[in-house]
């Protein structure tokens, strides 16, 4: 079942923060968080396993409640590059198929 | 550059012919994943491997879609006798595969297909 990722679009002011989560009604093993800009691939950023655990570089970081089938992915201090489409992917077992939300699409403007 | 190739990266081609779509996953990788991906949307699964076996394939895999990986290396990705609706970006990926810990998934830049 598809995971589903909340807001739909959002637009910042470079320097602004945002949010975006991906909820999932099954039991997961883990969370990758993809950025992709038009016309290219999804660039991955980041996974977080079950167990609640939360990782960050440099101004983006993530975080996964294991209880709530939750993850959110934070940006802070937003720049330019940060626009795009992100999509978190939702994995039941270890090396199994990715799950993708329909995405968030983030703009930064100047 | 995540050191996953696919080739080519557009086709175009005309309503019932046949297309064959190649992937080169990093060179360690063991498992390759197989995407579609439509306008709007985020990739949807079609089949993957582990080595040379195909473990899973999508239902909503028609049996006009085949796919192999012969050597455990490169794969292929067939479409027969395509309609419009398979117009799409097909997307390859590839992950160490080691069954535990965090198995990242690395993307290709894709093959755009158009069937007119």
């Known amino acids: 079942q598809q995971p589903v990722q909340s807001p739909q679009a959002v637009i910042l002011r470079e320097g602004e923060d945002a949010v975006i989560n991906c909820s999932s009604s099954?039991?997961?093993?883990?969370v990758h968080w993809y950025r992709q800009k038009h016309g290219e691939a999804p660039i991955f950023l980041m996974i977080?396993?079950?167990?609640?655990e939360q990782k960050g570089h440099d101004k983006i970081s993530a975080s996964f409640n294991e209880k709530k089938q939750q993850s959110s992915l934070y940006l802070t201090a937003s720049q330019l590059s940060y626009s795009g489409t992100y999509f978190c992917?939702?994995?039941?077992?270890?090396?199994?198929?990715?799950?993708f939300g329909e995405g968030t699409q983030l703009t930064v403007n100047p | 550059d995540t050191g996953v190739s696919q080739d080519p990266r557009h086709k175009i081609t005309k309503r019932g012919q046949n297309v064959t779509f190649r992937c080169d996953p990093i060179?360690?990788?063991?498992?390759l994943y197989w995407y579609r991906q439509t306008l709007g949307q985020g990739p949807e699964f079609l089949t993957y491997?582990?080595?040379?076996?195909?473990?899973?394939k999508s239902r909503l895999l028609s049996d006009r879609f085949s796919a192999e990986r012969p050597k455990g290396s490169f794969s292929t990705l067939e479409i027969q006798r395509t309609e419009q609706g398979d117009s799409a970006m097909y997307l390859c990926?590839?992950?160490?595969?080691?069954?535990?810990?965090?198995?990242?998934?690395?993307f290709g830049p894709g093959t755009r297909l158009t069937v007119l």
């Open positions: 990926a590839s992950s160490l595969g080691s069954g535990q810990g965090s198995n990242e998934q690395f």
């Open positions: 099954k039991a997961l093993y883990s």
């Open positions: 977080l396993l079950k167990g609640g």
């Open positions: 992917g939702t994995e039941k077992t270890s090396g199994s198929r990715l799950t």
């Open positions: 060179s360690e990788h063991n498992r």
């Open positions: 491997f582990q080595n040379e076996a195909q473990l899973e």
